[in-house]
């Protein structure tokens, strides 16, 4: 019975999880968190999906090429947004120096390419706590 309690609680609390953590990695630059913090509650979020259901049931919701994929690409996303101030003739990761519109202070939109580098650090963060946790559950034959 504990475990059926458990499972229910869990499946309704995970969707509220994860939306929780995107909100931490969109709202990093005007709130306190960050991508890195939003990656973390989004990694926490399939550990701890992956500890209730078990191993298997968690790989087959993230399968190792999707993580591998976010890993890449999450880092490529967070270089490409660099290379924008470059383009410029710019520093890496230039931001208003570069041009870049920052709107309204305050506003979600008010970092310019902040948010945008967020979602990619926040992904690769998430993916690779992920992929920590599935390592290290692996049994040796």
Known sequence: MKDFILKRVVVIILPFLCVYGFYVILHGHVSPGGSFAGGIILGLSII??????GIEKGK????EKVLVWTESYGTL?????GMVGIVKGFPFLANKLAGIDVGVPGALSSGGLISLIGIG???RVASTMVTLFFTMMEEEP
Do not use: H, N
């Open 121 to 123: 650090v926040g992904i």
């Open 77 to 81: 996303w967070y270089g490409l947004m």
């Open 60 to 63: 087959a919701k993230i399968p």
């Open 48 to 53: 701890a999906y992956s500890t209730i259901f």
